[in-house]
């Protein structure tokens, strides 16, 4: 692959995805942040005719912006999963299952092994790849349970 070739992939990759960023981020924080700010203006006209009107407004607003914290959390941990740095590749998959476990209807099993990784670049870029195919089989399996396997088989033996 010539040199030319190789930065053009860089560069389609790299518009892929900011695109996609751009994407998550608008069709979540931003859509949540439209709505505060309408809840916002509608308490504020609230305020001084029907003031308990006002406070559910409020609490409503509170529960929105939490939601957008979490938002935009989970879109920074999707850029790089500060959990990866401190724990390295089997913990930082073994949060990121128990994690789901928590919040979804799918139960996840799994078995990671530790495995050596040439590169720290290439580690999470697998972990990324494991994240995107776990996040695709929730999406459209339709599955109860799913069951995660990782491990490495020395080809040399």
């Known amino acids: 692959m010539k040199k030319k070739e190789i930065f053009e992939n860089y560069?389609?990759?790299?518009?892929?995805?900011?695109?996609?960023?751009?994407?998550?981020?608008?069709?979540?924080?931003?859509?949540?942040?439209?709505?505060?700010?309408q809840k916002l203006e509608l308490a504020g006209l609230y305020i001084d005719k029907d003031p308990n009107m006002s406070k559910l407004e409020i609490a409503e607003i509170s529960k929105l912006v939490k939601q957008v914290s979490d938002e935009i959390r989970n879109s920074i941990y999707n850029l790089?999963?500060?959990?990866?740095?401190?724990?390295?590749?089997?913990?930082?998959?073994?949060?990121?299952?128990?994690?789901?476990n928590s919040k979804s209807l799918i139960k996840y099993t799994y078995n990671i092994e530790d495995i050596d990784f040439p590169s720290n670049t290439l580690k999470l870029e697998f972990y990324r790849c494991i994240m995107e195919c776990i996040k695709n089989s929730e999406a459209h399996s339709q599955g109860k349970n799913i069951t995660v396997n990782i491990s490495c088989q020395d080809k040399q033996g």
């Open 11 to 37: 560069i389609q990759i790299q518009e892929y995805e900011r695109q996609r960023i751009a994407k998550e981020l608008h069709d979540t924080s931003l859509q949540t942040l439209a709505h505060v700010v």
């Open 80 to 100: 790089r999963p500060m959990t990866f740095d401190d724990l390295g590749f089997k913990e930082a998959v073994e949060n990121a299952l128990r994690d789901m």
